[in-house]
């Protein structure tokens, strides 16, 4: 089993929908985790970081995690066209290890 | 903001030449790393540096080397390339508070041929 999962993709979403990627985790200690928006050709930059169950928002970003259910997830409302692009889920694990999952390709559509 | 660089966006070798991949961030940063990113396998750590002259293993490490001589820079070393080697490699840095909210620079995309 992998250690952070997520589904390749493509998702794809019309503008103005909500976007929903998820990623699941196999280190059940896992205390941190992190989401990075790639753009293709470009590298990855943070755009949320959750610690706690529960919800955090920034935006129109909503980072939900659940952490029995080892799972986090990123809801991107009023999704744009500029949102278009990978989006790798990162989590740090027991002994400060940080695995980056494979990432979600999102593509909305005008 | 922080600024990352790298110095090649685009590098081409042949197998068995000694690579060199050079990594500088401005912002005054503890913590560095090397990453290869490949389709399908998403990033995968190589070596980080939480300090001068202090290197890591991160979890691909077999055919690299790095230095770290001063705080800014930090080069990821190929030995002895091989075809295997051919991705994109990333550099990152983080500050000693914040160590997993790392600020990428540009990649390098390495042709080994």
């Known amino acids: 089993q992998k250690e952070v999962e997520q589904n390749s993709g493509p998702l794809s979403v019309p503008e103005g929908a909500i976007a929903s990627l998820n990623c699941t985790y196999s280190?059940?200690?896992?205390?941190?985790f992190f989401w990075y928006r790639q753009y293709s050709g470009k590298s990855p930059e943070l755009i949320m970081s959750?610690?706690?169950?529960g919800d955090k928002e920034d935006g129109r970003f909503t980072a939900q995690l659940n952490k029995a259910s080892q799972y986090v997830s990123l809801l991107i409302r009023d999704s744009q066209p500029s949102d278009s692009a990978t989006y790798l889920c990162?989590?740090?694990?027991?002994?400060?290890?940080?695995?980056f999952g494979p990432g979600t390709r999102l593509s909305v559509l005008p | 903001d922080v600024k990352v660089t790298q110095s090649s966006r685009y590098l081409v070798k042949r197998t068995g030449e000694k690579v060199f991949l050079e990594c500088v961030q401005d912002?005054?940063?503890?913590?560095m790393f090397w990453y290869r990113q490949d389709p399908g396998l998403g990033l995968r750590l190589i070596y980080f540096?939480?300090?001068?002259?202090?290197?890591e293993k991160g979890d691909i490490p077999e055919g690299y080397s790095v230095s770290r001589e001063k705080k800014e820079r930090f080069s990821l070393i190929l030995e002895s390339a091989s075809t295997n080697q051919t991705s994109m490699y990333l550099c990152?840095?983080?500050?000693?508070?914040?160590?997993?909210?790392?600020?990428f620079g540009p990649g390098t995309r390495l042709t080994v041929t």
């Open positions: 990152a840095s983080s500050a000693r508070g914040n160590m997993y909210e790392q600020y």
């Open positions: 280190d059940r200690g896992s205390q941190s």
């Open positions: 959750i610690y706690s169950n």
């Open positions: 990162a989590v740090l694990g027991v002994g400060q290890n940080f695995v």
């Open positions: 912002m005054d940063h503890e913590n």
């Open positions: 540096s939480y300090d001068v002259k202090m290197k």
